[in-house]
Each structure stands twice: as structure tokens, then as C-alpha cells.
């Protein structure tokens, strides 16, 4: 079979200085992923892949360039998930990790866990010799001086709607040429978010899902909304259930505002190969590959 690929680098409003940025940055995940779909690798690698060069790239909200909580400081959710067996690891509030992801896939192989937290995480990542780094190494000049200018409004809430702070989360979900469906999310969560927060992006079926069945999705949007409806699952049964796989995307958003009043991102893979994406934010991110392995990144709107 055909292998597919989509990656998303948040949904929200993306400020227009910024579009180039998100374009090159998804593009780039979406063709690291390809690299290593395209010589018949996995959808798991080449998920864990693409989420980890954006979790690299200062510009998304994951990794290095993630918001700050409401004390100035950074902690980061991630999950993946393998379809084939529903196997998946997760991490949630863990500082001094570089590539969230790819802590999550080690808890996931090497453990009988799927999600770690704080301090318990950090000390496993340690133990398993990934590399851990200071805070000040994820943390950039943007995302102070925005916490320094939130800092001054009172009673500000990282809720309040389509403020032009970013919700740069970044996910991919893949199909590889066995037929196997992968999906992974990573996060720095929601700007001056309470310390120990954790948003939708590390709940299984929330801010990932993925199932040789059905097919795989990630999200990105308002984290409290999301996880209330189980909106990547909310999408996958969809494809259960018979929808194509851009109904199954616009029907889990149509879902989130209806019942929740929420607003986010989708995207869905089935287990056909097809992609789709679906918003009812301002803007979204998105880069896929088409029939014929071609890039596209675009930014929505
Ligand atoms: N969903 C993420 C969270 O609430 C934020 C985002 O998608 O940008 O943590």
C-alpha cells in the first residue's frame, strides 16, 4: 500500500509574521517523515520523526520554543501511539527534555506504563541515558518577553479567545506500506497555564489515537475542550462508523463546538492512506504528502 503522511504545527491564530516560519517548519517534519516512509520504514518512526524536527524548531509550542506557565516556566506533554497494537507511552508536566517524543516512545517500548508525569518522568529519561537539557535551552526570547506582557493583565486566562498567542502544537499521524497507522502530539500546553497542568496533547484518544482498524489523528487547540470530548477518537470511530475520512475530520470539530463550544485541529488518517484535516480556528498548519509523494504546506485559514 501507498504510505501517507500529515503533520500539523497548531491551529489558533497564527500571527501572519510568523506563516513563513510554520510553512518551512512543517514542511520540513512532513519531509523527514516521508524520508523514512518513502524507504519503507514505519509509521511509528516516521511520526516520532516528524514531531521531533518541530519539536526542535523554536517556532512551534513543543520542545524548544515552548510558552511559559504563569511562574515562567516550561512542561511539556507528548504522546504516540502504534495501531497495530494500540501500544502507546506518554508523558506529561516533564521539564528538561528536548524531544518529549521521544521519551514517550521509550516509555512505550520499555516499560508496562503508557504515561509518566514530573519529576518520575524526567528521572526515567535519565536513567535510560536520553539526553536531558537546562530549562533556558528550551526557552526562548519570544515566549518571555509574550509571559512578561500576560504578566500585566489582570486575571488574564489562556482561554480567552483567539488572543493572538499562538497554539503551536505540533502532531503527524502516518499510514506505512505494511498498512500499519501511527500518531503523535507534542506540546509545551497553554500559555501561563497553571504549574502541573496537563492539556488533551498526552491523553490517549484526546490528543492522539491511532488503530490498524479505523486510522490514526492528532489534535491541537483549547486542551480543557478537547479532552472532554476524546476528540481523536471521536474521529477515528467516525471512520468506524463509515465516514470518509474528511467527514470523520469535519464531523470530531463540528462535535468539539457543539457540545463544548470548543475550537481546535485535526488530522486524520484512515486506514485506506487518505489525509484530512479539519479547523474552526483562525488559522492552521499543515503539511502532507499526496498520491504521488509531493509536500504540501499550507497555513489555513
Ligand atoms: N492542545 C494543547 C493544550 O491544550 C494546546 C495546543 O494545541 O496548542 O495543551
Avoid at 109 to 136: I, N, P, S, W
Wanted: hydrophobic content about 45%; aromatic content about 6%; charged content about 20%.
Amino acid at each position: 500500500m501507498k504510505p501517507a503522511l500529515i503533520v500539523h504545527g497548531g491551529a489558533w491564530k497564527i500571527a501572519p509574521e510568523t506563516h513563513a516560519a510554520h510553512l518551512r517548519g512543517t514542511r520540513a517534519a512532513a519531509e523527514a517523515g516521508w524520508n523514512i516512509l518513502g524507504a519503507g520504514g514505519s509509521a511509528l518512526d516516521a511520526v516520532e520523526m516528524a514531531v521531533s524536527v518541530m519539536e526542535d524548531d523554536p517556532t512551534f509550542d513543543a520542545g524548544v520554543g515552548s510558552v511559559l506557565n504563569c511562574v515562567g516556566d516550561i512542561e511539556l506533554d507528548a504522546i504516540i501511539m502504534d495501531g497495530r497494537t494500540l501500544a502507546l507511552g506518554a508523558v506529561a508536566a516533564v521539564r528538561n527534555i528536548p524531544n518529549p517524543v521521544r521519551l514517550a516512545r521509550v516509555i512505550m517500548e520499555d516499560t508496562y506504563h503508557t504515561l509518566l508525569v514530573g519529576d518520575g518522568a524526567r528521572r526515567f529519561a535519565e536513567q535510560k541515558g536520553m539526553r536531558l537539557c537546562a530549562q533556558a535551552e528550551l526557552t526562548v526570547p519570544r515566549e518571555v518577553e509574550r509571559y512578561r506582557r500576560l504578566q500585566e493583565i489582570p486575571n488574564y486566562h489562556p482561554a480567552d479567545e483567539f488572543t493572538p498567542n499562538p497554539m503551536d502544537t505540533v502532531g503527524a499521524v502516518a499510514i506505512d506500506a505494511s498498512g500499519n497507522v501511527a500518531a503523535a502530539t507534542s506540546t509545551g500546553g497553554v500559555h501561563f497555564k497553571l504549574p502541573g497542568r496537563v492539556g488533551d496533547s498526552p491523553l490517549v484518544g484526546s490528543g492522539a489515537y491511532a488503530d490498524n482498524e479505523t486510522g490514526a489523528a492528532s489534535t491541537t487547540g483549547h486542551g480543557e475542550n478537547i479532552m472532554r470530548v476524546v476528540l481523536s477518537k471521536t474521529a477515528t470511530d467516525a471512520l468506524a462508523h463509515g465516514m470518509d475520512v474528511q467527514a470523520a475530520a469535519d464531523y470530531a470539530i463540528a462535535y468539539l463546538h457543539r457540545r463544548v463550544g470548543g475550537y481546535g485541529g485535526i488530522i486524520v488518517v484512515d486506514r485506506a492512506g487518505n489525509t484530512a484535516f479539519a479547523y474552526n480556528t483562525p488559522h492552521m498548519a499543515v503539511a502532507w504528502t499526496d498520491a504521488q509523494g509531493a509536500i504540501h504546506a499550507q497555513i489555513m485559514r
